[in-house]
């Protein structure tokens, strides 16, 4: 038995001499670690209070650099400590470890189990397991299934893989295939069918099950398969004040609803994808809410941190170095193939992280907002334009407040690494963030929609610091117009300016959609949220860049806003129009080249049709003084087309870019207003255009490999129109 004083032991276990004459205990039942001096002397005691408690420690090894290594039993952890008592490294989620020892080579090994069973393994400083006794079996099932024909009949010799993997099978007479000892993993398999001389076939969502056998069955199309892909990126400046500090929560906060003001209220509420109100949510908040006490739960900063504690304890971080082989983690499928209609779709719902255990950033975030409002603190996610972190309505008692930032996720990675379970409570500065959710949902840095699911991935981009100087931002612009035409950025100018400084940062980021699966998909709207501007964050210039320029219609900036939260958030949109399959589109030459401006007498403009309304006019540049210009063309088409009503609901765009900086000029086809038979040549289409300034060059994107005779009357004051052997502009044919 214990006695009154420190002296005694209660249940030691693994005591080891030290090189100094020294011994180390783990004095397991006292909950403590020892070091003892030849005369019995304490010279060294390990023994936290509170979260960081050790409970039943087992073995405690004294390491080469000083550190002590514990195996703190019943935490199911292994422990790094300097002689400060501060944990550097951390192995977790093991099952009544019982003894651990560093190797030469730096890494642990570890044995842990119960009586009846366990295993011993190695894991490296990041926590990976490269070596175990005995071998690690995972448990697996079965993927099976048949190919047919869109007859309904089978088709022997098709391919069937587990995208991403070497998991296949060739299909037998009947069509049949069988995949066996799949590892049982996320909900998330993606599998592809081919065979030459038919259409590849996809599916995804695919769950595995120990034991059971899943039945995916695949319809092939007959057709010669090609692969075509939208590749959607973004280019933005934003200029960044770096003199803000995080937000610290005081600890007089309280959690007080009546106090809340009534922007914050919507911030309660279930939304889209934070299912706050699902009832294993609500079980776990109340069970975090029961691990308090009557005092503490009154203590918003307190209840905050007991939210961001369970996350990071019980929530992985989806990353391939923690789901290594594994196809179906997060971080695996945003770099190399995920599956479905966008990237919202694709994100598990705060929902569906508790049920998997498991969440790339977006998702921590997801889940940490759904626990803060289950209970009964506002909430809402926070992208940085990517990575988000989770902010939550600090309340004061005199009823003042603020938004404050957590990060669950690299909470997470810091809390396997060294057991610290403040490190990202609170985290990061206000002038890092890009954007907050408006309203009780949970929007993303991009958007997308397509009709079928498909296989994409995350075009993660690059970026770049430019000092806060004209000269700066003249940088920044230029390597901003070099990414419109190219898709990357330039090589660098130099080093970039220190980040304790204001500065311009030019950030890319994107997706790229394999369309397989929506080959009949005419109409794709992308959005990408920009930046908030603060009293730190200034969003500057934005530009986008695609595989597919010729499908681009329009691209403009729209803002969303919320009366209820009082918050705004704009969206940069690019709509973008493609022909459904099994139709052709080819191209008319044009190219409007040097603009004369030339001191004559206007000649009267060509009349537009009746119906006709011109466009809206581009802002006059404050460096030309000249009057604008209207200039009209007829475009006659031949030869006809045999659906015209469908061709008439298109709403074809032409960009007219100047090289002296201005702002590009969309405009619009306008269709006379005439009726044809299917027969006739189409009607004319006119273009109005006014302009301030000489228009030096400009050229419509090109793809296809043929063009039609086109007659052009040009229009007033010495606009020079020829015809260029590139095919250029719209012309559809059957």
């Not at 995080?246 to 209220?265: G, H, N, R, T, W």
């Not at 990575?387 to 003042?400: A, E, I, K, R």
């Not at 390597?479 to 220190?498: H, K, Q, S």
């Not at 296809?704 to 086109?710: A, I, L, Q, R």
């Amino acid at each position: 038995m214990p006695g009154d004083d420190d002296t005694h032991l209660n249940g030691p276990h693994n005591g080891d001499r030290l090189p100094t004459g020294n011994t180390i205990i783990a004095d397991s039942n006292n909950n403590r670690i020892i070091e003892v001096a030849p005369d019995g002397t304490i010279v060294w005691e390990y023994r936290p209070t509170g979260a960081e408690a050790l409970s039943w420690p087992r073995d405690a090894d004294r390491l080469s650099n000083g550190h002590t290594l514990i195996t703190d039993s019943r935490n199911d952890r292994v422990i790094e400590v300097t002689q400060t008592g501060q944990v550097v490294w951390q192995y977790t989620n093991l099952n009544r470890p019982y003894d651990a020892d560093r190797l030469p080579d730096g890494n642990t090994l570890i044995s842990t189990g119960e009586p009846g069973g366990g295993v011993v393994i190695e894991v490296d400083q990041n926590g990976t397991i490269v070596w175990q006794y005995p071998p690690q079996t995972k448990p697996t099932g079965t993927i099976a299934g048949t190919v047919r024909d869109t007859g309904g009949q089978p088709i022997s010799d098709a391919v069937v893989t587990i995208f991403g993997t070497d998991y296949s099978d060739s299909t037998d007479a009947n069509g049949q295939y069988v995949i066996p000892e799949v590892p049982v993993a996320a909900p998330r398999y993606i599998m592809t069918a081919s065979k030459p001389g038919y259409l590849d076939a996809q599916a995804g969502d695919i769950d595995v099950t120990e034991g059971m056998t899943t039945t995916v069955d695949f319809t092939l199309e007959a057709g010669a398969q090609v692969t075509e892909t939208l590749h959607v990126m973004i280019g933005h400046i934003v200029y960044r004040d770096p003199s803000s500090e995080k937000l610290i929560p005081p600890s007089d906060a309280v959690l007080d609803p009546s106090l809340y003001p009534d922007e914050v209220l919507p911030y309660l509420q279930p939304g889209q994808y934070i299912e706050s109100d699902d009832p294993a949510i609500v079980a776990v908040a109340q069970s975090i809410l029961a691990g308090l006490s009557p005092a503490e739960r009154t203590q918003q900063t307190t209840v905050a941190h007991a939210v961001y504690t369970w996350m990071v304890q019980n929530i992985e971080y989806d990353l391939i170095h923690n789901y290594p082989d594994d196809v179906t983690s997060g971080n695996w499928q945003t770099t190399y193939g995920a599956w479905g209609h966008s990237f919202a779709d694709w994100l598990y719902t705060a929902k569906e992280v508790l049920e998997e255990r498991r969440a790339i950033c977006i998702e921590h975030a997801r889940l940490a907002t759904a626990l803060l409002r289950a209970v009964g603190i506002p909430a809402r996610p926070a992208p940085l334009m990517g990575h988000p972190v989770t902010q939550w309505w600090v309340q004061l008692p005199d009823g003042s407040g603020f938004w404050a930032n957590m990060d669950t996720s690299i909470g997470r990675l810091d809390y396997t690494r060294s057991g610290d379970l403040w490190a990202q409570f609170p985290s990061r500065e206000e002038h890092k963030l890009g954007f907050w959710a408006v309203d009780a949902d949970a929007p993303i840095h991009m958007d997308w929609w397509t009709d079928n699911p498909c296989i994409w991935t995350e075009d993660y981009g690059s970026g770049r610091r430019y000092s806060a100087t004209a000269e700066g931002l003249a940088q920044a612009q230029a390597a901003l117009d070099y990414f419109a035409e190219n898709g990357e950025l330039p090589p660098p100018d130099g080093p970039p300016p220190p980040e304790d400084q204001p500065y311009y940062q030019l950030s890319t980021r994107g997706f790229e959609v394999d369309l397989t699966n929506a080959a009949d998909q005419t109409r794709f709207d992308v959005r990408f949220a920009l930046a908030m501007e603060t009293d730190y964050v200034q969003p500057i210039d934005q530009v986008h860049w695609t595989n597919h320029p010729e499908w681009v219609t329009n691209a403009y900036t729209t803002t969303e806003s919320n009366a209820e939260t009082g918050e705004s958030l704009t969206w940069y949109v690019v709509e973008m129009s493609r022909q459904p399959a099994g139709r052709l589109l080819t191209y008319l030459p044009l190219i409007l080249k040097h603009a004369a401006w030339l001191p004559v007498t206007p000649t009267p403009t060509p009349t537009a049709s009746p119906t006709a309304t011109p466009t809206p006019t581009a802002t006059p540049s404050p460096s030309y003084s000249e009057p604008p210009i209207e200039i009209t063309f007829n475009i006659h088409f031949d030869p006809v087309l045999d659906d015209y009503e469908t061709w008439q609901e298109r709403k074809d765009n032409l960009l007219f870019t100047f090289d002296d900086g201005r702002s590009p000029v969309w405009v619009a086809w306008l269709w006379e207003d005439k009726v044809r038979g299917m027969n006739d040549p189409l009607p004319t289409r006119q273009v109005r255009l006014d302009i301030s300034g000489p228009v030096t060059m400009y050229t419509i994107p090109t793809t296809g490999d043929s063009y039609e005779t086109v007659q052009l009357e040009a229009g007033p004051m010495g606009i020079v129109v020829e015809l260029s052997p590139e095919p250029v502009l719209f012309q559809e044919t059957s």
